[in-house]
C-alpha cells in the first residue's frame, strides 16, 4: 500500500529553525511536494522535489532522498505567520497522496 | 488569489440528495484534480484530469461519485445519494502537466458540504 507518516505538531521559537520530516511508502514515486495550509484557507504549494538533494525556496528549503524514502521540509527565521499546517505530498503510480499534515505552532 | 475558482462555496443538503460542484481552473493549465479534506486530515485525492480524459480515479471512490470535464476546462464533481459520511471540503486544484510528476498545483477555496 502507499502511506506518508510526518508529526502531527510541531512547535518552535520565532527567529529558529524547524524542521518536518515526511516518510513515504510508495508504488512508484514520481516527485514529492509541500504544501503550507493556514485555517480555512486552501493549501499553497511551497516546493517540488524529484530528484535528491536540496532545494532553497528564500526561508523555505526542501530536502529528499529517494533511497531512504525520506525528505524535509526546512523553515528558518521563523516568523509568526509561519503557523498553519505543513503537508508533504508524494506521487506513486496509482494516485497522489497527502499526509495528514503537520501543524506548527509558533512561540514569540 | 490562486486563480481557481469553485461553487458554491457552501452546500447544505439533505441525507439522499444529489448535489453537483463547479469548478473553473486557471485557464492554461491542462491538469485537474478534485480532492476531499475533513478536519484534521490532509487532502484526499478523488480523481484527476489531462485535459478532457479522466486518468486516475480513487478506488476510494464509490460509485456515487463521478466528475466530468467535458471540454477540459471547467470540471463538475456530482455525488449522488448522499450521506452524513459526504460532509467534508471538497477541493479542485489545476497545474500544468506533461510530465508524470507531481507538478504544482493551484488550489481553489474548496467547497464545504454539509450533509443534514
Known amino acids: 500500500g502507499q502511506s506518508l507518516e510526518q508529526p502531527s505538531e510541531v512547535t518552535a521559537v520565532e527567529g529558529a529553525i524547524v524542521q518536518i520530516n515526511c516518510t513515504y511508502q510508495t508504488s512508484g514515486f514520481y516527485g514529492l511536494s509541500w504544501y503550507q495550509q493556514h485555517d480555512g484557507g486552501a493549501p499553497t504549494f511551497l516546493s517540488y522535489n524529484a530528484l535528491d538533494g536540496l532545494e532553497e525556496t528564500g526561508r523555505f528549503s526542501s530536502f529528499l532522498s529517494r533511497s531512504d524514502s525520506y525528505g524535509y521540509l526546512l523553515l528558518q527565521e521563523l516568523q509568526m505567520k509561519d503557523s498553519a499546517s505543513y503537508f508533504c505530498?508524494?506521487?506513486?503510480?496509482?494516485?497522489?497522496?497527502f499526509g495528514k499534515g503537520t501543524r506548527l505552532h509558533i512561540l514569540p | 488569489d490562486t486563480g481557481v475558482s469553485q461553487d458554491p462555496r457552501h452546500k447544505i443538503t439533505k441525507r439522499g440528495q444529489n448535489v453537483t460542484f463547479r469548478c473553473d481552473p486557471i485557464?492554461?493549465?491542462?491538469?485537474l484534480y478534485w480532492y476531499r479534506q475533513t478536519l484534521g486530515q490532509g487532502p484526499e485525492f478523488l480523481t484527476y484530469f489531462q485535459n478532457e480524459a479522466q486518468l486516475e480515479k480513487s478506488r476510494l471512490l464509490s460509485d456515487r461519485f463521478s466528475a466530468e470535464r467535458p471540454k477540459g476546462s471547467f470540471s463538475t464533481l456530482e455525488i449522488q445519494r448522499t450521506e452524513q459520511g459526504d460532509s467534508a471540503m471538497y477541493l479542485c486544484a489545476s497545474s500544468l502537466g506533461g510530465l508524470a510528476g507531481l507538478t504544482e498545483q493551484f488550489f481553489g477555496p474548496g467547497t464545504r458540504l454539509t450533509v443534514l
Open positions: 505530498a508524494v506521487k506513486g503510480d496509482d494516485k497522489i497522496i
Open positions: 485557464s492554461e493549465h491542462n491538469r
